[in-house]
T-cell receptor, first 113, second 117 residues
Framework: KQEVTQIPAALSVPEGENLVLNCSFT??????LQWFRQDPGKGLTSLLL?????REQTSGRLNASLDKSSGRSTLYIAASQPGDSATYLC????????????FGQGTELSVKP | DAGVIQSPRHEVTEMGQEVTLRCKPI?????LFWYRQTMMRGLELLIY????????DSGMPEDRFSAKMPNASFSTLKIQPSEPRDSAVYFC???????????????FGSGTRLTVV
């Protein structure tokens, strides 16, 4: 059974710091991995999608990496800003499970001015 | 595309009443998912459809919950009768078939915040 774990559960950093959020999954048979952001009281916004054949994806100050063989992904946020404060969720799309996404519990990030 | 559209945004109802939540997925997406999110249990997958056909409803908590997808552009999640413990945010999401990510990845709607009193 695929399980997704995110560490840490919560993180507080000063503005301007570079930071890394971690995601691990137990079964490497995945089609892709996606990082989402959720602001309080809002829906989930997709940040980056990495196909299983890819190693990383970048969007602005965000960089996500994928090491499928070790079951790990990281989300790197450069020069963090207070507006980055949100909960970040990692999700994998397993092979042969008809499109289901398996979510981690999320990392709650707080960037202090 | 306007994204995944859910209605209503907020719903307050009395225990025992029927509640219907609505979702319009992104055009061209083959999959539609209904999720429930609470502080205690996080994000739970309730049911999902592929090409309008229910594929996995193992997450539906009880027979009080039902979902339909009469066509590719509309789905409903119904709770009858509603109970206070059903209070949560209900999200609808859609995604393309694997290999068609040019149509976008997994996309969530803004959610319906349900309160049953």
């Amino acid at each position: 059974k695929q399980e997704v774990t995110q560490i840490p559960a919560a993180l507080s950093v000063p503005e301007g710091e570079n930071l890394v959020l971690n995601c691990s999954f137990t079964d490497s048979a995945i089609y892709n991995l996606q990082w989402f952001r959720q602001d309080p009281g809002k829906g989930l916004t997709s940040l980056l999608l990495i196909q299983s054949s890819q190693r990383e994806q970048t969007s602005g100050r965000l960089n996500a990496s994928l090491d499928k063989s070790s079951g790990r992904s990281t989300l790197y946020i450069a020069a963090s800003q207070p507006g980055d404060s949100a909960t970040y969720l990692c999700a994998v799309r397993p092979n042969n499970q008809g499109g289901k996404l398996i979510f981690g519990q999320g990392t709650e990030l707080s960037v202090k001015p | 595309d306007a994204g995944v559209i859910q209605s209503p945004r907020h719903e307050v109802t009395e225990m025992g009443q029927e509640v219907t939540l609505r979702c319009k997925p992104i055009s061209g997406h083959d999959y539609l998912f209904w999720y429930r999110q609470t502080m205690m249990r996080g994000l739970e997958l309730l049911i999902y459809f592929n090409n309008n056909v229910p594929i996995d409803d193992s997450g539906m908590p009880e027979d009080r919950f039902s979902a339909k997808m009469p066509n590719a552009s509309f789905s409903t999640l119904k709770i009858q009768p509603s109970e206070p413990r059903d209070s949560a945010v209900y999200f609808c999401a859609s995604s393309p078939h694997p290999g068609q990510e040019d149509l976008g990845g997994y996309t969530f709607g803004s959610g319906t915040r349900l309160t049953v009193v």
